[in-house]
């Protein structure tokens, strides 16, 4: 295998978009020729290493005024352009759409593709739409990469029998972090701010946990997606009157100088794909609670009571609970904290991107 080809919609501000990020540019340094095939731009995205050659493969503006069917088939269409002109080894797709999108492509190519699964199937994968097109396109995928068994689990024996579990790769700046001596009296959080990251449960908990300690104060780190969440935040922070102490705190390009201050991590997410901020944040030495959330995610790298807490879906006493204890137990604290930055070994970029050369040169051979 010489030439690998990544296909999905963007590479913003987003938990997929990193992780093709992360591989393109490790692939690159080794010597591979990688290609990150894109719908379209968005204002703030991750980088591409220089020898990264990225092309746009999504509706052009002549395309704009047609109506939702034939988009989608001109995307297809100008995947297929892409494939027939730049003939990678292997196709590798990440996210919902641009895996149908791409098995859809591969037919007239026969360019070898492997699909990635990034998000909890329950809710995502289970449509009647969705049963169509996996019943039609996931026999052509050449392997499947999952990231958590209970991933895998869903989908039918054919689609698990040449596939892989990987979790995702973390960023070599979030390993090594100095572990500042004097801590903040911070409980900390950093995610996209958007509904299923269930923002608003953390801040319930919080606010139960500040009566507790009213000289803590809560860090929400990250981007609004505009889909009303953040303004469900925005509300309750009114009406408790907690403009001093829950703080959003927007977009942060140094996050790793940020995060280490606090004291506490909390994640309060309903599902998710592979949660890449709380493997920073563990990454980074932070002792941690977060959700029980599925597709098993937290449950791969945390070992409840050792390494971090896990706590139900939506419990907010819970997550308080959990809290307190690690504001009042320092030595906990810290045990949790340097037993997370273990993390680092096995999801460390050269241990993820081993296993994905490996898996991707065994498809391809």
């Known amino acids: 295998m010489k030439r690998i ?4 919609n963007c590479l913003g501000q987003g938990g997929a978009e990193r992780v093709v990020t992360n591989l393109a540019n490790q692939f690159a340094e080794e010597g591979y020729e990688v290609l990150v095939a894109t719908e379209w731009q968005e204002d703030n995205e991750y980088t591409l290493d220089e020898r990264v050659n990225r092309v746009h493969v999504g509706l052009r503006p002549e395309d704009e005024s047609k109506n939702r069917i034939a988009k989608f088939f001109l995307r297809v269409k100008y995947l297929e352009e892409f ?3 730049y003939k990678p ?4 797709a990440f996210a919902h759409r641009a895996n149908y999108r791409a098995l859809m492509a591969q037919k007239k190519s026969g360019t070898p593709t492997v699909i990635s699964v990034r998000i909890n199937p329950v809710g995502n994968y289970d449509a ?4 169509l097109q996996i019943k039609w396109l996931f026999p052509r995928a050449a392997g499947c990469v999952f990231q ?3 991933q895998k689990e869903f989908f039918k024996p054919y689609l698990q029998d040449n596939s892989r579990i990987i979790i995702n790769p973390l960023n070599p700046k979030f390993i090594g972090v100095t572990r500042p001596e ?4 911070v409980v900390a959080n950093h995610a996209r701010i958007v509904d299923f990251k269930n923002h608003p449960m953390l801040v319930d908990a919080f606010l139960k946990v500040h009566e507790k300690h009213p000289d803590y104060v809560l860090k929400i780190y990250g981007p609004d997606s505009g889909d009303g969440t953040k303004e469900i935040i925005d509300k309750k922070i009114a009406d408790n009157h907690a403009e001093d102490f829950v703080l959003l705190m927007g977009s942060c390009n140094e996050i790793e100088k940020e995060i280490p201050k606090a004291e506490v991590y909390a994640y309060s997410s309903d599902y998710e794909g592979f949660p890449n901020s709380l493997l920073e944040a563990m990454a980074m030495g932070m002792p941690v609670i977060s959700t029980d959330c599925p597709p ?12 971090g807490f896990l706590i139900p879906v939506g419990d907010s006493d819970a997550m308080a609970d959990r809290i307190c204890r690690l504001i009042e137990d320092k030595e906990l604290a810290d045990r949790f904290g340097r037993e997370a930055s273990k993390v680092s070994e096995i999801a ?5 991107f081993e296993q994905w050369r490996d898996y991707l040169e065994g498809i391809v051979g």
């Open 148 to 150: 958590t068994q209970e």
């Open 348 to 352: 460390n970029v050269k241990a993820i």
């Open 128 to 131: 009647f739409s969705d049963k």
């Open 89 to 92: 080894d292997v196709l590798v």
């Open 296 to 307: 098993g995610g937290p449950a791969m790298v945390i070992r409840d009571g050792e390494n």
């Open 182 to 185: 004097v801590k903040e009296k």
């Open 5 to 8: 080809a990544f296909h999905l």
């Open 83 to 85: 494939l027939d002109e």
